[in-house]
Each structure stands twice: as structure tokens, then as C-alpha cells.
């Protein structure tokens, strides 16, 4: 779940300013997305740059592609290269099994009002409920976060 770092670097034996030639990364959106600039303008016959891959928040172990392409900046002609790469995206196992022990506490704590009844204090049951709730919203939201 912490970002990536994808380095490119590219050599051609010819320049040609005409067709204006760029060099892009894209993925599908759902569990990754670019986060630098997704495209770099190819200015000379040899450079290198650098694409910043951010995970998307997903409760589980996730597989999806990057592609990177070399060529034209319209997207209907022919690239002179592109190449598609696995990306499997793994999540922390402890971080899932605190997120559920919380999920659990939390709403143990949101049924304990019914469980003692009616007998035990208003205030006492309140408390409880608005416990179970934030400790339930912390684990959803929250931990339902990547780290930055």
C-alpha cells in the first residue's frame, strides 16, 4: 500500500520533431493510478523519467496492469512500442486484522445498549453506543485509508 516508483528510460538512433512523440503511463484506475504526470514529452534521442504509481483503497490483494507507450500523442496511430506490466497490489494482513478486531469491538460496544436492557443507566448505554460508533467509523474510514 505505499506508493511506487517506475523508472523509463528510452533511446532512439533518430529525432524527428514531427509527429510530436510522447511517452505515457496508464492503468486501469481501479486499484492504481498515476499520481506524477502521466506523460512525458520525448524531446531528445535518449532521456529517462520516472512515473509515481499510488495504490487505491481496497480491502484485499488486488492484480492490474500498467502500461506504458512510446509514441505519437494521438492515441489512434500506431505506438512504436508499448509494453503492459503485472502490478499486484498487496495489503497489509495485520492492518486487515486489526481493522476487524476494531469492526468487532465497535459493534459490540453499538449492541451492548440492548444487551443490558432497559435496568442499566441512560447515560451509561449513550456512552457505550456513541463508543461503539466512533471506534466502528475509525475502522471503516480511517483505517479504510492507504497511508500517504
Do not use: N
Not at 39 to 63: C, G, I, K, M, N
Amino acid at each position: 500500500m505505499k506508493p511506487a516508483r517506475l523508472p523509463v528510460s528510452f533511446y532512439s538512433q533518430h529525432y524527428t520533431e514531427i509527429p510530436k512523440i510522447s511517452l505515457t503511463c496508464s492503468t486501469d484506475g481501479r486499484f492504481l493510478r498515476v499520481s506524477s504526470d502521466d506523460s512525458h514529452d520525448v524531446a531528445l534521442r535518449y532521456d529517462s523519467t520516472e512515473f509515481w504509481l499510488q495504490p487505491d483503497a481496497a480491502s484485499f490483494d488486488a492484480l492490474t496492469h500498467v502500461t506504458i507507450r512510446l509514441g505519437p500523442e494521438e492515441a489512434v496511430t500506431t505506438p512504436v512500442a508499448a509494453v503492459r506490466l503485472p502490478v499486484i497490489i498487496k495489503h497489509s494482513r495485520m492492518r486487515l486484522i486489526s481493522r476487524v478486531a476494531i469492526s468487532a469491538l465497535g459493534a459490540f460496544l453499538v449492541a451492548t445498549p440492548a444487551i443490558l436492557g432497559a435496568d442499566s443507566p441512560l447515560t451509561l448505554r449513550i456512552l457505550l453506543a456513541v463508543i461503539g460508533a466512533a471506534t466502528l467509523s475509525a475502522a471503516t474510514i480511517v483505517m479504510g485509508r492507504p497511508r500517504s
